[in-house]
């Protein structure tokens, strides 16, 4: 069994700062990936940047030089640095993971959401 357990999130006003952090831990052999989503409501989900083991990242438009997604390997645990908050990055933002099992499966596991609001 797996579990993320996400942390971080709350109120902020805009121009502020907010550091997520999600921690895997259960039985899985090693990680192929970690990723932030975010769903604000009555939107989809939407992919806001991801990280493989080997450190390759990749982030949504709308975030790319405000947002910076860093992963401890030996934690097992991904960050998601957010920087110059905008009103419209409130949302409730999920991580996910891709983690290989004992005999090289992958699986995919998904965090229970961390609330980020950002208004004055």
């Known amino acids: 069994q797996v579990q993320l357990v996400e942390s971080g999130g709350g109120l902020v006003q805009p121009g502020g700062s907010l550091r997520l952090s999600c921690a895997a831990s259960?039985?899985?052999?090693?990680?192929?990936?970690m990723d932030w989503y975010r769903q604000a409501p009555g939107k989809q989900r939407e992919l806001v940047a991801y990280?493989?083991?080997?450190?390759?990242?990749n982030y949504a438009d709308s975030v790319k030089g405000r947002f910076t997604i860093s992963l401890d390997n030996a934690k097992s645990t991904v960050y998601l640095q957010m920087n110059s908050l905008k009103p419209e990055d409130t949302a409730v933002y999920f991580c996910?993971?891709?983690?290989?099992?004992?005999?090289?499966?992958?699986?995919?596991?998904w965090g229970q959401g961390t609330q980020v609001t950002v208004s004055s």
């Open positions: 259960g039985s899985f052999a090693d990680i192929n990936a």
């Open positions: 990280i493989t083991r080997g450190g390759s990242t």
């Open positions: 996910n993971a891709d983690l290989y099992d004992g005999l090289g499966h992958r699986h995919d596991y």
